[in-house]
């Protein structure tokens, strides 16, 4: 591929804005949520945090096995689910709903043990937050869960091979990284990745790898 493959991402801003935790437009259907709390004092903080935020919550679980099961009935936007769960834990059940690429999760946890975080990270969890926590934790969380489920979904539906994709992907995080030092965010670095890729009709590696040798010498 040439240097003039893609656009300069220095210059390209993307049509899209950035995901915020505000309430949706009237033109745009509110997001859907299910949360799985145990406790039920946190459980209503976060359904009502999610809901301030212009989130439908359209289920609630007081255990891992109902919140595998309503999150497969209702494939919302997002599954936010505290770890210590009865019946199933919370690791256990986001691995299941990760299993059949149902939503991204994330986990509610009180602990932020090294070991804990790369179980979460291997069972398929998209985010996680610490607590206590506030909105302003809970929120950016929420966030960055969809718009990595999102970018992941966008690349598997790409490459069918499987350590194909893997490479993709590292390529593809390798050239977002690239473009926010040009001063995008992590969604909109992936969204212009991904529009150019459209409007060019190439692959979103090969736009990787053209941002890759364009901003990063090839590296």
């Known amino acids: 591929m040439t240097k003039d493959a893609t656009p300069d991402p ?39 945090t999610l809901r301030d935020a212009g989130f439908d919550v359209v289920g609630e679980a007081g255990d891992g ?50 070991e804990l975080v790369e179980r979460a990270r291997d069972a398929g969890a998209m985010a996680y937050v610490v607590k206590p926590f506030s909105p302003a934790d809970l929120l950016p969380a929420v966030e960055i869960a969809i718009s990595r489920y999102a970018q992941i979904s966008a690349l598997e539906s ?21 473009l926010m030092t040009k001063g995008m965010t ?15 009709r190439l692959t979103m590696r090969e736009v990787a790898d053209a941002v890759i040798e364009q901003i990063g010498g090839g590296s």
């Open 186 to 200: 992590e969604p909109e670095s992936f969204r212009w990745i991904q529009k150019t890729s459209m409007d060019r």
């Open 65 to 114: 096995e109902q919140a595998v099961a309503l999150a497969t009935e209702l494939k919302p936007d997002v599954v936010v689910m505290d770890v210590k769960m009865p019946v199933l834990d919370g690791i256990s059940a986001a691995e299941r709903i990760a299993k059949e690429h149902v939503a991204p999760v994330v986990l509610l946890t009180a602990f932020s043990q090294t």
């Open 10 to 48: 220095a210059q390209a801003t993307p049509d899209l804005e950035p995901a915020a935790p505000s309430a949706p437009s009237s033109g745009r259907p509110a997001r859907r949520a299910v949360v799985a709390e145990d406790e039920a004092l946190i459980r209503m903080d976060v359904v009502e």
């Open 158 to 178: 790409e490459v069918a091979d499987l350590s194909e994709r893997f490479e993709t992907r590292k390529r593809v995080d390798r050239a977002k990284g690239l």
